[in-house]
């Protein structure tokens, strides 16, 4: 059964900082695409990043130049560093994995835990 694991959130000031890490297991994702997605209150889920297995990224063009999605297959974990928070960025942080095709909310049934992420003014 594969198991997504997300960890990292956290309370942090405005301009601060965090890295998340989202673990997986029940299979080998180094021929998956990994990336992450956030919900924030009363909002939708929406894509973040994305990486690829060969390394390729995209962002969602609110984090970009913020945020760097990254991938350490050895482990079956991908990271999300996080810098220049703002408090828009407060969200509840989720991470998926997918063999092939668009990386979309609409694209995954299944979701974690996520992990909170909480900016303060």
């Known amino acids: 059964q594969v198991q997504l694991l997300e960890s990292g959130g956290g309370l942090v000031q405005a301009g601060g900082s965090l890295r998340l890490s989202c673990a997986a297991s029940?299979?080998?994702?180094?021929?998956?695409?990994m990336g992450w997605f956030r919900q924030a209150p009363g909002k939708e889920r929406e894509f973040v990043a994305v990486?690829?297995?060969?390394?390729?990224?995209a962002y969602a063009d609110s984090v970009k130049g913020r945020f760097t999605i990254s991938r350490d297959n050895a482990k079956n974990t991908v990271y999300l560093q996080m810098n220049s928070l703002q408090p828009e960025d407060t969200a509840v942080y989720y991470c998926?994995?997918?063999?092939?095709?668009?990386?979309?909310?609409?694209?995954?049934?299944?979701w974690g835990q996520g992990t909170q992420v909480t900016v303060s003014s």
């Open positions: 998926n994995a997918k063999r092939t095709g668009t990386f979309t909310t609409n694209d995954f049934s299944s």
């Open positions: 029940g299979r080998t994702f180094s021929n998956y695409a």
């Open positions: 990486i690829s297995w060969t390394g390729s990224t």
